[in-house]
Structures are given as C-alpha cells and as structure tokens.
T-cell receptor
Framework: SQTIHQWPATLVQPVGSPLSLECTVEGTSNPNLYWYRQAAGRGLQLLFYSVGIGQISSEVPQNLSASRPQDRQFILSSKKLLLSDSGFYLC???????????FGQGTRLTVV | AQSVTQLDSQVPVFEEAPVELRCNYSSSVSVYLFWYVQYPNQGLQLLLKYLSGSTLVKSINGFEAEFNKSQTSFHLRKPSVHISDTAEYFCAVNNNAGNMLTFGGGTRLMVKP
C-alpha cells in the first residue's frame, strides 16, 4: 500500500531563517505531488505541484520554492522566512491529475 | 475554471441528530467530487468520492453524499452524528479536463453532547 511521510510535524523558526520541509511517498511510482498551505481558519491553498522529477509548477507568487530531486521526494523551501509564511503545510500525492489526492499529516510552521 | 462553495463555515449539532453539510460546485465539464475530513492538527483523509455511476455514495462510518447534476451540488449527510465526528470537512472537485483538485473553504462540524 502507499504511504506518505511528511516532517517535521511542528516547527518554530525566526523571521529571516531558511526553511526545508520534506515529503516522501512510498509504494507508488511517478506520483503527482503537491504542497498546500492552510492558514488558520481558512481553506487549502495549492502552492506547488509536480508531475515528474524536476518539473515544478507554482500556483501563486510567494516567498517559497519547491524541488523534486527524486521521483517520490518533494521539498518545500525558503531562503528567508516571513511572518506571513506561518501556517499548516500539507504534502499530498495522486496517481494523476484527475483523481483524488492523499495527504500527509502536515507540518505546523510558526514564524516568530 | 472550476470552483467549490461550502455555504456553512460552522455547523453545530447535538449528538445523535442528523446533519447536512452543503457543497455546491461550478464546472464547465464533467466532474469528480470528493469529501475529505480533517481532525485537529492532522492531514486530510478521503471520506468518500463520486467518479461515475450511482449518484449516491457512502462511507464506512455512516456518511453519504449525493451528486445532483441539475443543482450542481454534492451535499454530505449523516442520519445520526457522534461526538467523534467533530472535525473540519472539505468538499473538493476535479474534472476530466485535468484541472487541479479544487477545495471549498471547509465546514467545521461541532457535535455537542
């Protein structure tokens, strides 16, 4: 069966520090991968998606970037965090862009 | 473009009462519809989905949703809720044009004893 791992679960970082969140998927090949952000009391905002190694699409302009160095690894990064980057970050995967997505447990990021 | 509207941001209900969480979508092509549940500080879990066939779909824990094409709706219902159903529920839509999965703003279901 397929599983998705996302870490860390919580993170407190100072403004201006770098960020690296990692997500890996097991049990499937060539998945579509996604990074979502969920601000407090709000819905999900798609940040990035990837259909293959090195292929990244950004949905919104922002202070973040994403990379996919391996087939089942998806990384969310920032060189300098802003207070507005605080939120709950969710990684997800799907078989293709038509079907449902399966989510990791999320990372609660607080920028102080 | 496609969009999803969840009209109620919060739904308070007493335990063992019935509940309906509303979801309306807009899309110019055939749709696939999903309901997800999110417990505090956790990721989203797929609750049920409609891809094709029977318009009434059911989950293993008593929830059901009905695809209504004429009303462009996919409301989630449960005849008798439990305290453990307290969570955030998200409706989502995708379509056969390959647009990205689009989520509604979520509905917080609060079950009171």
């Amino acid at each position: 069966s397929q599983t998705i791992h996302q870490w860390p679960a919580t993170l407190v970082q100072p403004v201006g520090s770098p960020l690296s969140l990692e997500c890996t998927v097991e049990g499937t090949s060539n998945p579509n991968l996604y990074w979502y952000r969920q601000a407090a009391g709000r819905g999900l905002q798609l940040l990035f998606y990837s259909v293959g190694i090195g292929q990244i699409s950004s949905e919104v302009p922002q202070n973040l970037s994403a990379s996919r160095p391996q087939d089942r690894q998806f990384i969310l990064s920032s060189k300098k965090l802003l207070l507005s980057d605080s939120g709950f970050y969710l990684c997800a995967w799907s078989v293709n862009r038509f079907t449902e997505a399966f989510f990791g447990q999320g990372t609660r990021l607080t920028v102080v | 473009a496609q969009s999803v509207t969840q009209l109620d941001s919060q739904v308070p209900v007493f335990e063992e009462a019935p509940v309906e969480l509303r979801c309306n979508y807009s899309s110019s092509v055939s749709v696939y519809l999903f309901w997800y549940v999110q417990y505090p500080n956790q990721g989203l879990q797929l609750l049920l989905k409609y891809l094709s066939g029977s318009t009434l779909v059911k989950s293993i824990n008593g929830f059901e949703a009905e695809f209504n094409k004429s009303q462009t709706s996919f409301h989630l219902r449960k005849p008798s809720v439990h305290i453990s159903d307290t969570a955030e529920y998200f409706c989502a839509v995708n379509n056969n044009a390959g647009n990205m999965l689009t989520f509604g703003g979520g509905t917080r279901l609060m079950v009171k004893p």
